[in-house]
């Protein structure tokens, strides 16, 4: 990727944000596998010149745990997560936050072994140490067993003879000018690229509606780019054979939704009372509470909506108060709020059916409740794919798609928290023991509001599928706690 060198070295102001929650991950599993070999040094990097000589320190000492050693040969400096002493060589291990190896990780370890051999020191192998997604965390701070070592030694001897090339290749680049590289697949491989929106902004509307919008359709859309039609709208009657595809076009070019009858039948055939649920979890790499797994979703929030058949709308919440295991109550106050009977309305009814389903494994006294209400579950989903469609939706029947055109002063710009991820980094925040007292109420309040918008978007998706008024109880349609 030379431009993004040449950037990097010569306009590093043009980058965008670097993502800091995966960033935020891999310092805290490298902090986790430093841990594990309590009689380790760790070269302080802040001063990289002073790194390199502290390295040349420790190498002279009796052999011990090295962290961050820093290394330079002709111009190229790397710093070993773990240096580890073995009969008279060392082993150089790359701690990498993710759960298998991936190919740049093999580059970025035969770079290191390069590197360490240029400089002179004895190295027997080199190793990638992913997370054991198996590992089951006890508690009480005991994380031996989390990293699982993979020599990558003879997987990287190809690389490796190819490194001195890499070199001269960047040095070629930086000295001269910016390359005015194409934007395409590199730029998103293996993460996005910081430079981006510098590189490749995004391309004003100009009011087309692109052929790639069409569901399940990126076959047909290249054909129908073949074939000269940059714009839905002007693809010919008969050209699309997939029903799907047909609707979309069809609404399109007419401006205006699409809305089966077949919807408003199947609400009508459903019981009372209806709870619309939604949930919020959050994964970690380094597990934090017991008998949890690395990237574990774990529940922390739900939001219902009761209707009953008269239109009357009550609303229960809950949010993990403290910083243990949230899943017992989670799951206890859930089955107390949804009650034994009527429809549970969900969006995209897999992932709620998949953290139920965990939940009977974890605590077998609850099964026979939380199993009666999978059953009882209803995704509005498939519904809304199968007879519902709005230009403005643009593709997608994402919630956050579907609902400005049907209730657009519903909107989730004015919210703290406004998705999935934000909710995550929200209920981080607030679980840090350094959150003030009024950041920890401000954060609570967002996530709050946040989750209870989804399940009442549900409510006013579902009634207007149905033809009904958006609450018989308020003249300006909305809802108000």
């Known amino acids: 990727m030379p431009r993004r060198l040449w950037l990097q070295t010569f306009q590093p102001e043009l980058a965008g944000e670097v993502g800091a929650a995966r960033l935020a991950v891999g310092e805290h599993v490298g902090e986790i596998a430093r841990r594990l070999y309590p009689d380790g040094v760790l070269i302080n990097g802040d001063d990289l010149g002073q790194a390199l000589r502290d390295t040349r320190h420790w190498l002279q000492q009796p052999p011990r745990p090295l962290f961050e050693a820093t290394f330079e040969t002709d111009g190229v400096l790397i ?109 998103h491989d293996p993460f996005n690229c910081p430079f981006l929106q510098h590189c490749a902004p995004a391309p004003e509307d100009d009011g087309s509606i692109p052929p790639e919008i069409l569901p399940y359709g990126r076959t047909v859309a290249a054909a129908l780019r073949d074939e000269g039609y940059d714009d839905l709208r002007d693809v010919p009657t008969g050209r699309l054979s997939n029903w799907r595809h047909q609707r979309v076009w069809r609404a399109s070019r007419d401006d205006r939704p699409v809305l089966d009858a077949e919807a408003k039948r199947q609400l009508a055939g459903l019981g009372w009372p209806r709870h619309y649920i939604d949930f919020e979890t959050i994964q970690f790499a380094v597990p934090i509470w017991a008998n949890t797994r690395p990237y574990q979703q774990i529940p922390f929030q739900w939001s219902c909506h009761r209707e009953e058949q008269d239109g009357a709308i009550t609303h229960e919440a809950f949010l993990a108060e403290s910083s243990g295991d949230p899943r017992r109550r989670f799951a206890e106050s859930l089955l107390a709020a949804s009650g034994n009977a009527g429809p549970a309305m969900v969006w995209h009814a897999a992932f709620e059916r998949t953290r139920l389903a965990e939940l009977v494994v974890v605590y077998p006294d609850l099964a026979p409740a939380l199993n009666a209400l999978i059953a009882r579950l209803f995704d509005l989903l498939p ?96 809802w108000a706690p």
């Open 79 to 187: 710093r070993a997560d773990l240096l580890l002493p073995k009969a008279g060589t060392w082993r150089a291990v790359e701690v990498k936050s993710s759960t298998q190896v991936k190919d740049y990780h093999l580059t970025d370890a035969a770079v290191q072994s390069w590197v360490i051999q240029q400089a002179g020191l004895p190295l027997r192998r080199i190793e990638v140490a992913r997370i054991d997604r198996e590992f089951v965390y006890p508690g009480g701070g005991e994380y031996q067993g989390l990293l699982r070592y993979v020599d990558v030694t003879d997987a990287i001897v190809d690389l490796r003879c190819q490194v001195s090339d890499w070199v001269d290749a960047a040095r070629n680049t930086l000295t001269g000018p910016d390359p005015q590289t194409v934007p395409g697949a590199q730029c």
């Open 383 to 478: 519904l809304a794919r199968a007879h519902y469609y709005h230009p403005e939706m643009r593709g997608s029947w994402s919630l956050k798609a579907v609902l400005p055109t049907i209730a657009p002063e519903l909107s989730y710009a004015g919210l703290e928290v406004g998705d999935g991820g934000m909710a995550q980094d929200a209920f981080l925040e607030l679980l840090h023991p350094k959150t003030t007292a009024d950041r920890h109420d401000s954060l609570r309040s967002a996530l709050l509001r946040y989750c209870e918008r989804d399940t009442w978007a549900m409510v006013r998706i579902a009634r207007y599928f149905e033809q009904r008024r958006a609450n018989p109880c308020r003249e300006d349609n909305s």
